[in-house]
Nanobody, 115 residues
């Protein structure tokens, strides 16, 4: 069965860095786009970054130049390197994909940025 497991969240001061990981299983990882979403308290879930199997990555405007998404197909893992973190980046971060027409989400990892 498809599983996505995020890790790497935590508490960091503004200006700091974190690297999130998303370990995938149960599907052909190298074929699929993987998305990173986040949801802050009281706000809608938003797409932060996406990495297709090949080709260019995409980022929401608020993280461009600060976040970098990458993937290691040999490890079935996608990473989200987050630098110059701001308090407004505080949220639960999720990775997600679609396989055979079904959307799958991880359980999320909390990122808290203190000012």
């Amino acid at each position: 069965q498809v599983q996505l497991v995020e890790s790497g969240g935590g508490l960091v001061q503004a200006g700091g860095s974190l690297r999130l990981s998303c370990l995938a299983s149960g599907f052909i990882f190298s074929y699929k786009r993987i998305d990173w979403y986040r949801q802050a308290p009281g706000k809608q879930r938003e797409l932060v970054a996406a990495i297709p199997p090949g080709g260019s990555t995409n980022y929401t405007d608020s993280v461009k130049g600060r976040f970098t998404v990458s993937r290691d197909n040999a490890k079935n893992t996608v990473y989200l390197q987050m630098n110059s973190l701001k308090p407004e980046d505080t949220a639960v971060y999720y990775c997600a994909t679609t396989w055979l027409g079904v959307d799958y989400w991880g359980q999320g990892t909390q990122v808290t940025v203190s000012s």
